[in-house]
């Protein structure tokens, strides 16, 4: 059976930069990809005279651009402010949810224990994302609404953090590095040059890419989850 990829970020662009090769790869291979992005994105410009709800409209089209070009068949976008991701029971129910409705194999996030200069909702998006992958979307005393919504428990067998400086698992995206770049230039508002981000991507990947003897990859913490 195909596999059944959830990518989880908080900002449009996120999954581009981190995972974007390797969903290419997935999809390529058959996958069915949802991505799930937690916020507008609304704060993402030092333009002061581009309003948040013309910056939200345009970062989503952005996305849809991007998931466009990898195959990327459904995008949720979850419409937080961007900057004001909390811990709360409210954004870990909507990742129980969705988690239990798409009921995928695996799930790509953003790693919360990266050290140092991380975006606040980056480190927040990966926390509850993997709060909610276990033990709330497998265990059903959790979240008793849902299952009053008809979504039953979903065990999620592997969790992918990118962005990680423990990583530990690594994917060629020789193939796919292309791909990645021009998902990448989707994301316009957000783009000084595709130079730039051209260059600074065959960094990452020929980092990734040494560690695992191929000439490009993405680099992950892979974690398989207990049964
Ligand atoms: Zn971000």
Not at 35 to 42: A, K, R
Not at 80 to 105: C, M, N, T, W
Not at 143 to 170: Q, R, W
Request: glycine share 8%; proline share 5%.
């Amino acid at each position: 059976m195909a596999e059944n990829i959830m990518v989880v970020v908080a900002h449009p662009d996120d999954a581009e930069f981190g995972c974007a090769g390797t969903i290419a790869l997935k999809v390529k291979e058959g996958a069915h990809v949802t991505y799930v992005v937690c916020t507008d994105g609304d704060k993402g410009t030092p333009d002061p005279s581009l309003s948040p709800v013309r910056l939200t409209q345009v970062r989503k089209g952005e996305q849809w651009c991007a998931a466009g070009v990898l195959g990327v068949q459904e995008v949720v976008f979850l419409g937080y402010p961007d900057g004001a991701l909390e811990d709360s029971y409210g954004f870990r129910q909507d990742l129980v949810r969705l988690i239990r409705k798409h009921r995928p194999d695996i799930v790509f996030t953003m790693d919360p224990y990266r050290h140092y200069q991380l975006h606040r909702d980056h480190r927040i998006v990966g926390l509850v994302t993997m709060d909610a992958v276990f033990p709330y979307s497998r265990d059903p005393l959790h979240h008793p609404e849902l299952l009053a919504e008809g979504l039953e428990p979903h065990k999620v067998k592997e969790i992918f953090l990118f962005s990680s400086d423990n990583a530990d698992s690594y994917v060629d995206i020789s193939t796919t590095f292309e791909t990645k770049l021009n998902a990448l230039a989707c994301h316009e508002s957000q783009m000084r040059s595709l130079e730039s981000w051209r260059s600074l991507m065959t960094e990452w990947a020929t980092v990734f890419g040494e560690k695992a003897g191929v000439p490009l990859a993405e680099g992950f913490k892979r974690l398989e989850m207990r049964k």
